[in-house]
């Protein structure tokens, strides 16, 4: 597929001319003209498009099945579609979920089966940003993937379990790209300043190297990202006098002024991020803890969310050990509540290092967790009739609350009697561990009650 490499206008003046009025192209900007065509250009990625990978091999074969390609931004899905688009014989037909839907989906299939049935081609359609589409404009390319007439291939930032819908996935080879690594967007930058014909080669242009460093760090992995930062630096910076163009830390800083967090409050990211804050703790990690606090309140997530998390962390991973736990974190949330933030994220930080620091029980959340499943499954068993209150004579006749003994009246404040469902009397639901203040709990327990099963 040809791809437009410029438009001409007249009488202007190039970024890198010599000063006299001349015709010129006006580039695309430099990330799309240094899409890679190729696979020998292509940019990391190797455990998918390195020679001899099973995809690879299938897009050189042309026989390219219906996929979906699942990777962060910037990491080459379009650009693989791209070259798909270049490689293969068959009709590659672009969508962009954003922009499109069923009308335009019926519209190309109406032109697929055409195709395939006057001139026996294929027609791959390629839809970006599926995760954009709703069931309902899913469900509308599903049974012409089924049945053939066009070869489907969808890309997403987001994780496709739970943005394309089963019966569609499970008609598609699901293939996972990684972020960028430094090495690979270095080697990317290595050839936009080498290149002459569609990079920045011949142009007289050095990148510092704490700015290229610095650049690669913030990137998080996204060549569009790196390219477009490049681009914009280089216009930003005049001549010196030996007629180089140097891109220094200072300019980069000034372009990014602040680095675009990698975050979706709705989607993936939300559930991996709030999952290591908790896995941490979890862990008594508080620097890992911090991190990823400050991941999640920096790139916009809801404190209130936050701090929901936390109390319920004190009760399922803390518990008795630290009883001290669940006040510390209710009262991060009313501080959060009253201060609002930015103020209120140190509020969240002292709860997170309070958390990990302290004793770890999940006792509570397992006690509950069994009590769940019996009352779930078990039969709804009589509360006994010595701890029944008898309000009226008729529920004393009855034999309510007889034989109760009244804890009060006993050395100790304490007397043994039971309290469950006769069928229940040898559950034991509370097991205290021996961390923290639930090892006191243990064995004031064990006074009460000895070693009953």
């Known amino acids: 597929m040809a791809r437009s490499e410029g438009k001409i206008k007249n009488a202007t003046r190039s970024l890198f001319d010599d000063g006299n009025v001349k015709t010129e192209v006006v580039d695309e900007p430099l990330a799309s003209r240094m899409r890679p065509r190729t696979f020998d250009e292509f940019v990391g990625q190797q455990h998918l498009v390195g020679e001899n990978k099973v995809l690879r091999k299938s897009i050189e074969a042309d026989r390219v099945p219906s996929l979906i390609l699942w990777g962060p931004p910037g990491s080459?899905?379009?650009?693989?579609?791209?070259?798909?688009?270049?490689?293969?014989s068959s009709c590659f037909v672009p969508l962009s979920a954003v922009t499109s839907g069923v009308a335009d989906i019926r519209r190309v299939v109406g032109e697929a089966k055409d195709r395939l049935s006057?001139?026996?081609?294929?027609t791959i359609l390629f839809v970006d940003e599926i995760h954009r589409f709703n069931k309902a404009q899913q469900d509308a390319i599903l049974p012409f993937v089924e049945d053939g007439t066009v070869t489907f291939i969808g890309a997403t930032t987001e994780n496709p379990s739970f943005e394309v819908i089963s019966p569609l996935l499970s008609r598609c080879r699901l293939f996972t790209l990684d972020q960028l690594s430094d090495k690979d967007l270095r080697q990317l930058v290595n050839r936009v300043?080498?290149?002459q014909d569609r990079g920045l080669g011949g142009k007289c242009i050095v990148i510092d190297k704490n700015a290229l460093d610095f650049l690669l760090g913030i990137s998080n992995g996204d060549a569009r990202m790196v390219l477009n930062a490049l681009e914009v630096a280089v216009r930003a910076v005049e001549p010196n006098t030996s007629g180089q163009r140097v891109v220094e830390l200072g300019v980069l800083q000034e372009v990014l002024q602040q680095r675009a967090l990698v975050y979706d409050k709705s989607g993936e990211q939300h559930f991996n991020l709030i999952s290591a804050l908790h896995k941490s703790l979890r862990g008594s990690d508080p620097n890992a803890g911090l991190y990823w606090l400050g991941r999640m309140l920096e790139s916009g997530e809801d404190p209130l969310y936050i701090a929901r998390r936390l109390v319920r962390f004190a009760s399922e991973d803390i518990g008795m050990a630290d009883p001290y736990a669940l006040g510390v974190t209710v009262?991060?949330?009313?501080?959060?509540?009253?201060l609002g933030m930015p103020e209120g994220n140190l509020a969240l930080a002292q709860a997170v290092v309070y958390l990990a620091t302290a004793p770890k029980s999940n006792s509570l959340y397992s006690g509950y967790s069994n009590v769940q499943r019996d009352v779930r499954q078990l039969p709804s068993y009589a509360v006994p009739l010595h701890i029944r209150n008898a309000v009226t004579p008729l529920m004393e006749q009855q034999g309510y609350g007889k034989d109760y003994k009244y804890a009060h009246d006993h050395p100790g404040h304490f007397v043994e009697q039971q309290y469950l469902p006769p069928e229940l009397q040898h559950k034991r639901y509370y097991v205290p561990s021996d961390e923290g203040f639930e090892k006191e709990v243990a064995d004031r327990l064990k006074s009460w009650w000895g070693d009953r099963k």
Do not use: C, P, W
């Open 118 to 122: 006057v001139y026996k081609q294929r």
């Open 193 to 195: 300043m080498e290149d």
């Open 76 to 88: 080459g899905k379009t650009t693989l579609a791209n070259i798909i688009a270049n490689v293969t």
């Open 331 to 338: 009262a991060s949330q009313q501080a959060v509540h009253f």
